[in-house]
């Protein structure tokens, strides 16, 4: 999430940041500019085999939701049919705010609205610190 009142972070932070969002979300990608200085994705979606296969709703917030991003086949829903599929590949944690489980539609919209801000086309003033590791891979605040 965009820390508003910060400086701008170190453009090598910024770059690396840049680079994961765009493997997950198609680029380019149309914007809304519907609302003047505040520019929305408007047909962001996930790369083709990006996944999240679970969402975990955050213990003290209820509408905060963290989950895996994955790349490869995705595993059968609760209630479906079981079938092996290889574990995918880890691209990185995330943690959204949303109003109700994310879909894939909102995991693209909100990795599309990051890169919007990252690439200085949305005005928002943000932080970007290292967390700690989750699951063999360093986490980014942002």
Not at 21 to 47: G, S, Y
Not at 68 to 84: A, F, N, Q
Not at 105 to 110: D, G, V
């Amino acid at each position: 999430m965009p820390l508003f009142g910060k400086a701008r972070p170190d453009q090598e932070h910024v770059d690396k940041l840049t680079y994961c969002l765009r493997q997950i979300v198609e680029t380019p990608f149309d914007v809304d500019d519907r609302i003047p200085t505040h520019l929305m994705p408007a047909n962001a979606k996930l790369k083709p085999k990006v996944f999240v296969k679970n969402w975990k709703r955050a213990p003290d917030n209820p509408s905060v939701y963290s989950g895996v991003v994955e790349r490869g086949d995705r595993p059968p829903k609760e209630g479906e049919t079981y079938r092996w599929v290889p574990p995918g590949i880890v691209l990185g944690a995330v943690w959204i705010g949303w109003p109700g489980e994310p879909t894939d539609e909102a995991l693209a919209f909100k990795v599309g609205e990051w890169l919007l801000i990252l690439e200085g086309r949305q005005k928002a003033n943000f932080d970007i610190a290292r967390g700690p590791d989750f699951a063999g891979v360093p986490s980014v605040h942002f």
